[in-house]
């Protein structure tokens, strides 16, 4: 592809990814047919041989491998400095494209340029549409329905549990909040006016930063359902519970940065009272002899490593101590 312009370049991200990588990267020559694309895939220190995997199975890709865990957000920002393509498309390791579930976004991409931002309609290895595409951005309201647990019992109300969207299928062309780095398309030049991914986020939440401030420049961020790919929810998240801190440290890194005096603290203080609403429940359960599970438990323990939220990267930020399979789910 040496001296051909470049449409799209897909990114994909890789830590400890090699039993997961090879289907994602399978799928995405027929995801984008009739497209010119480049695949680049940053690894970040990976210890499982997924590197070198990715170096011999797929030479084509452009494969970039960092010395350290840099984390998500920082890892993509890497690969869209290298990236050649007139738009850049995030994919997570454990996804698997559709066939035309490129075209479809890049096209609607082309013809409505004004939303900035651009996702499609994921389903779970079963073949039911997963919700987590997208969300809305958090508000006073919503940190509040988590805090009080009503976001749990009205699980998917769009008046309780207001980010999920409702019962919104994903089969509509629709504007929405945040556009998950699961899958996500933007022109590289507009990924450069915004900024990026903010490095601060090692993990979570960087793409609920980007909604927020692609929404304060003008753009709105939309889904595409004709773009389609299925994901191996699951497949990625390691099973410590740390996943549960990681997302924490996220939400209190991004009301920190995006929130000032009383609503700051109002979404803090209910971020804590969330955790521990959902700890006692599974507390109680445990005296029940049903099992609950430890992650809100160990959450609510370990609440000041994550309420205070990420330190910048200038500061030092350096990767939680977790065992995972990949960088996000």
């Known amino acids: 592809m040496t001296g051909e312009a470049v449409e799209v370049s897909v990114v994909v991200v890789s830590y400890n990814t090699r039993r997961l990588i090879g289907p ?3 799928s995405v020559a027929a995801a984008a047919a009739g497209l010119r694309h480049e695949v680049v895939v940053v690894d970040n220190a990976s210890s499982d041989g997924s590197a070198e995997f990715v170096a011999e199975a797929y030479p084509d890709a452009n494969l970039l491998v960092n010395e350290a865990n840099l984390g998500f957000g920082a890892a993509v920002n890497r690969a ?7 738009f850049v498309l995030l994919v997570n390791s454990d996804a698997e494209l559709h066939p035309g579930s490129i075209r479809a976004v890049v096209e609607h991409a082309e013809a409505h340029p004004e939303h900035g931002l651009y996702g499609g309609r994921v389903y ?3 073949g039911r549409v997963d919700p987590r595409s997208c969300w809305g951005l958090p508000t006073s309201w919503s940190v509040f329905c988590f805090g009080t647990g009503l976001s749990t019992l009205f699980r998917g109300s769009r008046v309780f549990d207001p980010v999920s969207l409702g019962a919104w299928a994903r089969d509509t062309v629709r504007e929405v909040g945040v556009v998950s780095g699961c899958f996500l398309l933007a022109r590289v030049a507009t990924w450069r006016e915004l900024g990026g991914f903010d490095e601060r986020f090692f993990m979570y939440s960087e ?4 909604g927020m401030r692609a929404r304060r420049a003008g753009l709105r961020p939309v889904i595409v359902p004709a773009a389609t790919l299925t994901h191996h929810v699951g497949a990625s998240s390691d099973a410590s519970g740390g996943r549960v801190g990681m997302i924490l440290t996220g939400k209190a890194t991004l009301y920190r940065k995006h929130w000032r005096g009383l609503k700051r603290a109002w979404g803090l203080a209910w971020l804590v009272a969330g955790v521990g609403i959902r700890a006692a429940g ?3 359960m445990a005296r029940l ?12 323990r370990n609440r000041r490593s994550w309420l205070g939220g990420y330190r910048s990267r200038s ?3 350096c990767a939680p101590d977790r065992t995972a399979i990949d960088q996000r789910e």
């Open 24 to 26: 994602c990267l399978d």
């Open 80 to 86: 869209v400095d290298e990236a050649r393509g007139r």
């Open 282 to 284: 599974c507390q109680l």
């Open 315 to 317: 500061a030092g930020a």
């Open 124 to 126: 779970d290895a079963d």
């Open 289 to 300: 002899g049903r099992t609950g599970g430890d992650a809100w438990p160990a959450a609510w």
């Open 207 to 210: 793409d609920v930063d980007l």
